[in-house]
Nanobody
Framework: QVQLVESGGDFVQPGGSLRLSCVVSGNIFSAYGMDWYRQAPGKQREWIALIISSDGTTHYSGSVKGRFSISRDNAKNTVYLQMNSLKPEDTAVYYC????????????WGQGTQVTVSS
């Protein structure tokens, strides 16, 4: 069974940066794409970034576009999320997952990693 392990979350001041990692115990290239999501307290889980396996094309939600960057290392079965210019509203638990060609989430959710942005 494939497992997702997110890490890299921390407490950071506004304007700061973090890099999150997601290690997949399987071949990430076999999925159509890999995504990052986040869930703030009292809110639904929100999609924020996608990287397509075939050509590395990336897509972002409007809330993070221009500040966050998704990338991958196929050899390490790892997906990254570089987060810059962090804002208090970025505070959330961050999760990764894979999607198939009809945009369905493939794996069970991992435990996520907490990002807190505060002064």
């Amino acid at each position: 069974q494939v497992q997702l392990v997110e890490s890299g979350g921390d407490f950071v001041q506004p304007g700061g940066s973090l890099r999150l990692s997601c290690v997949v115990s399987g071949n990430i290239f076999s999925a159509y794409g890999m995504d990052w999501y986040r869930q703030a307290p009292g809110k639904q889980r929100e999609w924020i970034a996608l990287i397509i396996s075939s050509d590395g094309t990336t897509h972002y939600s409007g809330s993070v576009k221009g500040r966050f960057s998704i990338s991958r290392d196929n050899a390490k079965n790892t997906v990254y999320l570089q987060m810059n210019s962090l804002k208090p509203e970025d505070t959330a638990v961050y999760y990764c997952n894979a999607r198939d060609s009809v945009n369905r989430v493939i794996y069970n959710w991992g435990q996520g990693t907490q990002v807190t942005v505060s002064s």
